[in-house]
């Protein structure tokens, strides 16, 4: 009787469970949307409740579709959007309010009182994080502070705290576990690089540590399912990892130096760091993964606008009718004709950090049409990708191998050419794009035995296309300073950024 390997993908706007094979190939998929909730300006919430019926449903539906046995699944992985927060009453398995997601900018007041207090440097050295309001420990403050119940419950021991992760692992074993994996806790500003929940920040947030998860390996036992409704019992929930750490996983990037780039709206880049965490000023430091009681580190860095700047061009100049269209009009022009568009819609993410920075195209002459303006989008997304990476090699000292990547954007054969050529390495596009879910199926295989090591995973990736660079270094290099002299034009009074 064949075996099988569940993944649930749990994500901002909807969740994903894939049945895979031990060999990690695709079998059956189902796709349940959750609703988002806007009830103030800046606040982003979800139903904790609603989450939970999204991942019964397509836990359900994902099984019928393959028409399998439910005893045939022996090992299930869970990965989740990162950062959103909830708390829930201990006995009853209530929550206290709706789930706080990642994007919610709430905390901002928080957040500037913690910096006024000078903790700034220390956070950061702490946790390798920035004080945000994206982080978790800011809005679980929140919840405490405005919720005089909550507040009463978590003193008496009665409240507990959990990212999507830890919600979903005691919803799954009946309430039987509370815990969460190294890689999710170290995007809470609540666990240090050491991997420990800190004292001294729970502390100064006002939250009593009887309401955390235990913290467990993200490779590893975290319990059985329990019988409800349409999940079967007795499935060992054997791995868990934030969304982007198990897409790291899925692209196989298992040695220091080693990176993957989800193209997405933005850009998440991670870059396997090895065994020791990397400081940064510029990107955060953040747990990879945590296996046989030793944790993995990576670097991570944000392009706030990639694919953003292609739907812009399709919806605010439409000047192409959908974002495919943008890969064959800029193959259409030879370069860009000395133009360079910066998409700082919504100011500029990492390595500069400003806010306040706005966008620009410049280089424009009689000669330009729309063709170079489409090509200058795609190429920034490129050269954005190049400031991040540039920064992580610099602080980690360990040269960049390769890069694989994801999204949709990645599907621009144009866009991943140019990112070879501009970052002089092979970029890699697996066949299979459910890297994030299948990083989870990989983690849960490895914890359950069917994978011994990482070599066992390996043969389980697969390459869609190879990108190598073509490009020579002088016009390499020409064409990144140009863009660096466009990204000066656009930074604000407020950024510390040299170029």
Partial sequence: MDSYILAIDQGTTGTTVILFDTSCKMIARSYQEIKQYYPEPGWVEHDPEEIWRSVTVAIADTIAEAGIEARQII???ITNQRETTLLWNKDTGKPYCRAIVWQCRRTTPICEQLKKMGL????????????DPYFSGTKLQWILDHNDTARSDANQGKALFGTVDSWLIWKLTGGQ??????????????MNLRGEWDDGLLKCLRIPKSVL?????????????????AIPAGIPI?????????ALFGQNCFEPGTAKN?????CFILMNTGEKPVASSKLLSTVAWGRNGKL??????SVFTAGAAIKWLRDGLRIITSAAD?????????DSGGVYFVPAFVGLGAPYWDADARGTIVGITQGTDYRHIIRSALEAIAYQSRDVFDVMVADSGVPLKHLRVDGGASANNFLMQFQADILDIVVERPALVETTAQGAAFMAGMGAGVFKDYKDIVAGWHSDRIFSPRMNSHEREKLYADWHAAVARVLSSQSSWGI
């Fill in 75 to 77: 090992a299930l992985g």
């Fill in 120 to 131: 700034a440097n220390d956070v950061s050295q702490r946790t390798g994080l920035i004080i």
């Fill in 177 to 190: 576990v509370h815990a969460t994996d190294y890689s999710n806790a170290s995007r809470t500003m609540l």
């Fill in 213 to 229: 998860p235990e913290l467990r390996d993200s490779i590893g036992c975290f319990g059985k399912t329990v019988q409800n409704g």
């Fill in 238 to 246: 054997c791995g868990v990892a934030g969304d982007q750490q198990a």
């Fill in 262 to 266: 989800t193209y997405g709206t933005g």
């Fill in 296 to 301: 993995t580190y990576a670097l991570e860095g």
């Fill in 326 to 334: 943008s890969e064959f009009i800029a193959k259409e022009v030879p």
